[in-house]
């Protein structure tokens, strides 16, 4: 049964019909103390930097909300323009550490003031947010001004485009215009001399599962590891009879690693709602008699919290706990789990190589990390308390 208690920490937390709030973020802008200081992990290492660019009103702010603060989709009607940059420090888990800039919609890359050297340096991925409700010339301009100027500064940036808010569009209408902008984004770049610049593009909404989706490739692209976590999630299933699985931060609900098979966004829901129901349950029955440990942290996780959800069509959903912040789910036939004991075998093999994974990054920072801990002993960044269930 599920027993991952030690997440839930404080009931008040947990309001209906809504996600357990500043569960491991920051709450509220005014938290964020975020500077380039903040950009450094207690390992020493730089955080990876994702900028948030785009016109104003295009749904920037909404985005980080939704996906980093659990604000339901509606609550973000009623959020307010930026008019400044909003440094947002996201690191609950060690694959999952960055930090994100939100920028106002009318900022000028042109004013003297605008440190585009310090911005775009330090930059991992640069996401540009076009509203596809409205007519996005101007943003496509805009989208072209900003790539040259960041790909000038820093060569190494990905440039990732979320063609957004698609939930007011007919099926049609979504390829369409994702093709239109593709089309005429590139054109803008070859036009200029700039086609070695490349842009992905992605279409999203706040109100279903593909900002998440898009998001978790996003940061993807920023995890060193991520090969190494796909071969190991791909010799998992191959060997447990497993359709397809996912490796879950759990409180973004993006993924932050799947096998090599594709990703269909039926498959994706699936298992982001089994994490919905998981958590749901866990606070209503979980077991509330945990402890927490000096650094702040919940030290009861267990490695056996699991949760198993068999559906009519012949298909079980499987998920296991890798750590406090990671969670595995499968999605397999219902035959092959009748060999549940091999599942389970092999998902200790597999949680074992990820315990390797991340005790080769905490070797390789330990000296550094030593001494940050001293002066700060509330963020451990997940290296420590992970290793040890
Ligand atoms: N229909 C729809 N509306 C969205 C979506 N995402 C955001 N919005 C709405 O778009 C409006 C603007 O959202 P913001 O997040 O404030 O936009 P912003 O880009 O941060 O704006 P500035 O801070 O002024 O630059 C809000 O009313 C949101 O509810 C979406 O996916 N679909
Ligand atoms: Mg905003």
């Given at each position: 049964?599920?027993?991952?208690?030690?997440?839930?920490?404080?009931?008040?937390?947990?309001?209906?019909?809504?996600?357990?709030?500043?569960?491991?973020?920051?709450?509220?802008?005014?938290?964020?103390?975020?500077?380039?200081?903040?950009?450094?992990?207690?390992?020493?290492?730089?955080?990876?930097?994702?900028?948030?660019?785009g016109?104003?009103r295009s749904g920037k702010s909404s985005i980080q909300k939704v996906v980093?603060?659990?604000m339901s989709p509606n609550e973000t009607l009623f959020l307010?323009?930026?008019?400044?940059?909003?440094?947002?420090?996201?690191?609950?888990?060690?694959?999952?550490?960055?930090?994100?800039?939100?920028?106002?919609?009318?900022?000028?890359?042109?004013?003297?003031?605008?440190?585009?050297?310090?911005?775009?340096?330090?930059?991992?991925?640069?996401v540009?947010v076009i509203d596809a409700q409205d007519d996005y010339?101007?943003a496509?301009?805009?989208?072209?001004?900003?790539?040259?100027?960041?790909?000038?500064?820093?060569?190494?940036?990905?440039?990732?485009v979320f063609i957004h808010k698609v939930d007011g569009l007919s099926d049609d209408h979504k390829i369409e215009t994702q093709?239109d902008i593709?089309?005429?984004?590139?054109?803008?770049?070859?036009?200029?001399?700039?086609?070695?610049?490349?842009?992905?593009f992605y279409l999203t909404s706040i109100y279903d599962h593909s900002i998440f989706e898009a998001f978790?490739?996003?940061?993807?692209?920023?995890?060193?590891?991520?090969?190494?976590?796909?071969?190991?999630?791909?010799?998992?299933?191959?060997?447990?009879?497993?359709?397809?699985?996912?490796?879950?931060?759990?409180?973004?609900k993006?993924?932050?690693?799947?096998?090599?098979?594709?990703?269909?966004m039926q498959?994706y829901e699936?298992?982001c709602d089994?994490?919905?129901?998981?958590?749901?349950?866990?606070?209503?029955?979980?077991?509330?008699?945990?402890?927490?440990?000096?650094?702040?942290?919940?030290?009861?996780?267990?490695?056996?919290?699991?949760?198993?959800?068999?559906?009519?069509?012949?298909?079980?959903?499987?998920?296991?706990?890798?750590?406090?912040?990671?969670?595995?789910?499968?999605?397999?036939?219902?035959?092959?789990?009748?060999?549940?004991?091999?599942?389970?075998?092999?998902?200790?093999?597999?949680?074992?190589?990820?315990?390797?994974?991340?005790?080769?990054?905490?070797?390789?920072?330990?000296?550094?990390?030593?001494?940050?801990?001293?002066?700060?002993?509330?963020?451990?960044?997940?290296?420590?308390?992970?290793?040890?269930?």
């Amino acid at each position: 049964m599920i027993n991952n208690e030690d997440r839930y920490e404080e009931d008040e937390r947990f309001m209906i019909g809504s996600f357990p709030k500043g569960f491991g973020y920051p709450d509220d802008e005014n938290d964020i103390q975020s500077n380039d200081v903040n950009d450094r992990a207690l390992t020493g290492e730089v955080k990876p930097r994702i900028l948030i660019m785009g016109l104003r009103r295009s749904g920037k702010s909404s985005i980080q909300k939704v996906v980093f603060h659990k604000m339901s989709p509606n609550e973000t009607l009623f959020l307010e323009s930026t008019n400044k940059i909003v440094k947002d420090d996201i690191s609950n888990s060690s694959f999952v550490s960055f930090t994100i800039w939100d920028f106002p919609g009318q900022i000028d890359f042109f004013d003297s003031t605008f440190d585009s050297e310090n911005i775009f340096g330090g930059c991992g991925a640069l996401v540009f947010v076009i509203d596809a409700q409205d007519d996005y010339m101007e943003a496509l301009s805009k989208l072209h001004h900003t790539v040259k100027k960041a790909h000038q500064v820093n060569a190494d940036i990905k440039f990732e485009v979320f063609i957004h808010k698609v939930d007011g569009l007919s099926d049609d209408h979504k390829i369409e215009t994702q093709r239109d902008i593709h089309q005429r984004a590139n054109e803008d770049l070859m036009d200029s001399g700039d086609e070695n610049i490349l842009l992905s593009f992605y279409l999203t909404s706040i109100y279903d599962h593909s900002i998440f989706e898009a998001f978790s490739k996003v940061v993807q692209k920023l995890i060193p590891q991520l090969p190494t976590l796909e071969n190991l999630l791909n010799i998992f299933i191959t060997n447990s009879g497993i359709e397809k699985a996912f490796l879950f931060d759990v409180v973004s609900k993006i993924y932050i690693a799947t096998d090599y098979s594709p990703v269909d966004m039926q498959s994706y829901e699936l298992c982001c709602d089994m994490i919905d129901v998981v958590i749901d349950i866990s606070c209503i029955y979980g077991d509330f008699n945990y402890s927490v440990k000096e650094d702040g942290e919940n030290s009861t996780f267990d490695g056996s919290s699991s949760s198993t959800i068999k559906l009519n069509s012949g298909t079980v959903l499987y998920l296991r706990e890798v750590n406090k912040f990671l969670a595995l789910v499968c999605i397999l036939r219902e035959d092959n789990f009748d060999k549940q004991g091999l599942i389970d075998y092999n998902f200790q093999c597999f949680r074992q190589a990820i315990q390797e994974v991340f005790e080769i990054k905490f070797n390789k920072h330990k000296p550094q990390q030593i001494i940050n801990n001293s002066l700060d002993s509330t963020h451990s960044n997940g290296y420590n308390s992970d290793q040890n269930h």
